[in-house]
């Protein structure tokens, strides 16, 4: 059973405007998650992390949001730009333990 | 400063044979993964190194697959023998091997090797 569930494999949206990616998890014991960016034929790229005692950690265009009582996680960017296009995976960790990766999210920023 | 770094990029082997996978982590790192990651599927992970102690070997199919990290540094990742459903993109990553609430033990990581096998 995936612990941790990004049930959209892709996205399209157009640049300027907002990309919302969305995850799910079900592990209550998890305390940190990432997210991650990939291109193809490159090793993932980690992108920004929240822990479980915050509700929202902001870098630049991108923000994560948690919300611990629906186990759910979002990672907006604003404003979207062509070169955002990716997989983005959505990871969970506890203190110590290993990452727990979604299966990824395929986004495309149209021009 | 350089990253983490895999060898071969790509590799074709038939069936039932051996293939080995190398990586060089970024220097410093104490902790080493290695991942297998399937097509439409996120990084899976097989094992896990604190310097040169396999501490998590979990997911690792122990029975065709082995793993070693001589002196804590550089890694390698065998399978013998290998079958069709091995084929993917095994990945290697590095962190520095600290963690806690508010610290997150970011994992660095190396382009993969795609296996294809045949």
């Known amino acids: 059973d995936q612990q941790v569930k990004q049930n959209s494999p892709s996205l399209s949206v157009q640049e300027g405007r907002i990309s919302i990616l969305n995850c799910d998890y079900t592990?209550?014991?998890?305390?940190?998650f990432l997210w991650y960016k990939k291109y193809p034929a490159e090793g993932p790229t980690f992108l920004i992390s929240i822990s479980s005692i915050k509700d929202k950690n902001e870098d630049g265009r991108f923000t994560v949001f948690l919300n611990k009582s629906a186990k759910h996680l979002s990672l907006h960017i604003v404003p979207s730009q062509p070169g955002d296009s990716a997989v983005y995976f959505c990871a969970a960790g506890g203190v110590g333990g290993n990452l727990i990766f979604g299966k990824g999210t395929k986004l495309s920023v149209k021009p | 400063e350089a990253g983490v770094v895999q060898s071969p990029r790509y590799k074709i082997i038939e069936k039932k044979q051996p293939v080995a996978f190398w990586c060089n982590p970024i220097s410093g790192h104490n902790t080493l993964y290695w991942y297998l990651q399937n097509l439409g599927q996120g990084p899976e992970l097989l094992i896990r190194y604190e310097n040169e102690e396999a501490v998590d070997d979990s997911q690792l199919p122990k029975d065709r697959f082995s793993a070693e990290r001589l002196k804590g540094v550089d890694s390698t990742l065998k399978i013998q023998p290998a079958e069709l459903g091995d084929s993917a993109v095994y990945l290697c990553a590095s962190s520095l091997g600290v963690s806690g609430v508010e610290v997150t033990d970011e994992q660095f990581f190396g382009p993969g090797t795609r296996l294809t096998v045949l």
């Open positions: 592990n209550s014991m998890f305390d940190y």
